[in-house]
Structure formats: structure tokens, C-alpha cells
């Protein structure tokens, strides 16, 4: 069964920083796009950034200006969202995604940015 | 950035009943390299993620069933739920993946008459 987990979000204060996870099962994640979105409570979809299978083509947000860093390591068939200097309206589900495509998404894990 | 932005905001169908949504991008998202268009449609359910139902805007994802279906073309989109079913209550996103960044519009809040 494919399946993505994503995982480290939790509460942090403006500023700080948090490491997600997007750990794939299933399939071979070296062979696919992961794409990562957010959520806002009660709001709508919104792309954060996207690598593609090796690494080599890493794209972002507008909004991102450098704060977040997408990565991978496919020995681990893990997927990682670095995030940086984080403000109060990064509170938000993040979502990790499979394939250019978005042919499978984890069920999230929520970052609240709150003092 | 190409904007997209959906109609209507919310939408209330009868039962068996046929379901539209549109999606208009702010600029044509119609590849002359591969003659597709990039633009994807989304279904999320309450407390859960969402749901690819159709990408290359008209290619059905496997699983969904054949009462989804989209059209369009350019700028100019649409989703049709045909006979409209409970299950079927949920917002629906579309998405650009043209050009980055890779815009969705504000979503269609589907719910029954």
C-alpha cells in the first residue's frame, strides 16, 4: 500500500524553527516528484515547494523567501521540509505529496507558531 | 504568478443531480511542448487530505469513479459530477502546475439541496 507519514510538526514560537518529515512506504521514493502543501485552519490549499526525484530541482513558494528548505534522502525513502524563521501565519497543516502529479498525499502534520 | 480562481464559491445540488465547477487561470496553462494542459482537480472531505480525481485536466485518476469528469482548455476549466452522490460533499481544489509557484484556486465547497 503506498503511504506517506509526515511528521515533527508541533507548537513553536515566532522565530524558531522545525524539521518535517515525509516518510514513504510502498513505493520507491527515488522515483518520484514530492511535493509539500499547507493548510491554514479553515482555509484553503496553498503549494509550498517541490523536489524531484534526485534532488537536483528544488522549487518554492513566493511567500517562502528563503526560509524553507526542501530536501531528500532516498536511502531513507524520506522527504524533509526545513523550516526557518517561522512566523505566526506559517500556522498551518502540512501536507506531503507524491508525483509531480500529486498522486497521493499523507494526512498531514500541523505546525502552530504561536508565543 | 498565474492566478486561478474558482466558481462558484459554494454550490448546493440535488441528489442525481449534475454538479459544475469552473476554474480560470490568468494565463494559459496549455503546454506547446507536450500539448497538455497542466491543471489538476482535488477533492478533500472534511478532516481529511485531499484527493487527486483528475489531472492533465481531463485524465481521470484510477479508482475515480466516471460520474468526475473534466474538460477545458487554456484558461478555461471545468469539473462535472454527474448524478451528484452523499459521498460527493466535500470542497473541490483546482490547481496550476504550469509555472511555478503552482497555484490552487480558493476551492468549491459542494453540498447537497
Known amino acids: 500500500e503506498v503511504q506517506l507519514v509526515e511528521s515533527g510538526g508541533g507548537l513553536v514560537q515566532p522565530g524558531g524553527s522545525l524539521r518535517l518529515s515525509c516518510a514513504a512506504s510502498?513505493?520507491?521514493?527515488?522515483?518520484?516528484?514530492i511535493q509539500w502543501v499547507r493548510q491554514a485552519p479553515g482555509k484553503g490549499l496553498v503549494w509550498v515547494s517541490g523536489?524531484?526525484?534526485?534532488?537536483?530541482?528544488?522549487r518554492y513558494g513566493d511567500f517562502v523567501k528563503g526560509r524553507f528548505t526542501i530536501s531528500r534522502d532516498n536511502s531513507k525513502n524520506t522527504a524533509y521540509l526545513q523550516l526557518n524563521s517561522l512566523r505566526a501565519d506559517d500556522t498551518a497543516v502540512y501536507y506531503c505529496?507524491?508525483?509531480?502529479?500529486?498522486?497521493?498525499w499523507g494526512r498531514g502534520t500541523l505546525v502552530t507558531v504561536s508565543s | 504568478d498565474i492566478w486561478v480562481t474558482q466558481s462558484p464559491d459554494s454550490l448546493a445540488v440535488s441528489l442525481g443531480e449534475r454538479a459544475t465547477i469552473n476554474c480560470k487561470s490568468s494565463?494559459?496553462?496549455?503546454?506547446?511542448?507536450?500539448?497538455?494542459?497542466?491543471l489538476g482537480w482535488y477533492q478533500q472531505k472534511p478532516g481529511q487530505p485531499p484527493k487527486l480525481l483528475i489531472y492533465?485536466?481531463?485524465t481521470r485518476e484510477s479508482g475515480v469513479p466516471d460520474r468526475f469528469s473534466g474538460s477545458g482548455s487554456g484558461t478555461d476549466f471545468t469539473l462535472t459530477i454527474r448524478s451528484l452522490q452523499a459521498e460527493d460533499v466535500a470542497v473541490y481544489y483546482c490547481?496550476?502546475?504550469?509555472?511555478?509557484?503552482?497555484?490552487f484556486g480558493q476551492g468549491t465547497k459542494l453540498e447537497i439541496k
Open positions: 510502498g513505493f520507491i521514493i527515488s522515483d518520484y516528484w
Open positions: 492533465w485536466a481531463s
Open positions: 490547481q496550476q502546475y504550469y509555472s511555478v509557484p503552482y497555484t
Open positions: 494565463q494559459s496553462v496549455l503546454s506547446s511542448a507536450n500539448n497538455k494542459n497542466f
Open positions: 505529496a507524491r508525483d509531480f502529479l500529486y498522486r497521493g
Open positions: 523536489i524531484n526525484a534526485d534532488g537536483s530541482d528544488t
